[in-house]
């Protein structure tokens, strides 16, 4: 059985920082490309970084402002965000597939971030 179980979230002001995790389980880890992707109230979900075995993506309006990484020997994704803005806010969830954008394999069940102004 397959999960994916965020971490992390949770109130912060604008400007400060938070870090994500995402820990997999039931999936060869290594061989996955893994994503974050949030959703805000009324709004569609969108790709906020992915990282593969050798390249990582952005959104443009996260750009510079975080940083996706991955352990293998964890089975765990990271996103640090940094420079939190008040539209940051959203259910942010993890998502393992072969190529994003792309389809989705699997999901997490979400975490929320809120950031206050």
């Known amino acids: 059985q397959v999960q994916l179980v965020e971490s992390g979230g949770g109130l912060v002001q604008a400007g400060g920082s938070l870090r994500l995790s995402c820990v997999a389980s039931?999936?060869?880890?290594?061989?996955?490309?893994m994503g974050w992707y949030r959703q805000a109230p009324g709004k569609e979900r969108e790709l906020v970084a992915s990282?593969?075995?050798?390249?990582?993506t952005y959104a443009a309006s996260v750009k510079g402002r975080f940083t996706i990484s991955r352990d293998n020997a964890k089975n765990t994704v990271y996103l640090q965000m940094n420079s939190l803005k008040p539209e940051d806010t959203a259910v942010y969830y993890c998502?393992?597939?072969?190529?994003?954008?792309?389809?989705?394999?699997?999901w997490g069940k979400g975490t929320l971030v809120t950031v206050s102004s």
């Open positions: 998502a393992a597939g072969t190529v994003f954008p792309g389809p989705v394999d699997y």
């Open positions: 039931g999936i060869i880890f290594s061989f996955n490309a």
């Open positions: 990282i593969t075995s050798i390249s990582t």
